[in-house]
């Protein structure tokens, strides 16, 4: 079996499992979008051997599945910077909720009075 026949396959096996996932919500879709745009592109290019041609010659490479090799590996790196923001962004999401949640606990906590109903602190009121 050729490179790119095996290169077509594999970026068949991604689009199916991103769509599996997308359909069990296991990846959300503005997530999913970039990991199909980037399989798509190398099944595009692994059937387009002219298009390989043409950017071996701008690569300055000499096999076709030498130039599929550097656009795929160009086009996940990109695709894997892109999830590196998200989840950074997420955590910086993260720790400014859990600090508001914090103050808010503060706040609750210092607003509570203990009385002879309370609770919470390890028995019961009257007993």
């Excluded at 298009?51 to 490479?61: D, T």
């Excluded at 996940?76 to 910077?81: G, I, N, P, T, Y």
Aim: no cysteine; glycine share 8%.
């Amino acid at each position: 079996m050729r490179v790119l026949d095996v290169t077509a396959l594999l970026s068949v096996a991604l689009i199916v499992r991103v769509l599996y996932s997308l359909r069990r919500e296991h990846i959300r879709v503005e997530y999913s979008v970039s990991w199909l745009a980037a399989s798509l592109l190398i099944f595009i290019l692994s059937l387009w051997p002219g298009a390989l041609r043409w950017l071996a010659g701008i690569f300055g490479v000499s096999t076709a599945p030498s130039a599929l090799a550097a656009v795929a590996m160009g086009v996940f790196l990109l695709v894997l910077f892109r999830v590196s923001m998200i989840v950074s962004e997420l955590k910086d999401n993260n720790i400014a909720l859990a600090q508001k949640v914090a103050i808010l606990e503060y706040e609750l906590r210092g607003q509570r009075k203990p009385g002879p109903r309370d609770f919470s602190a390890g028995g019961q009121a009257g007993h």
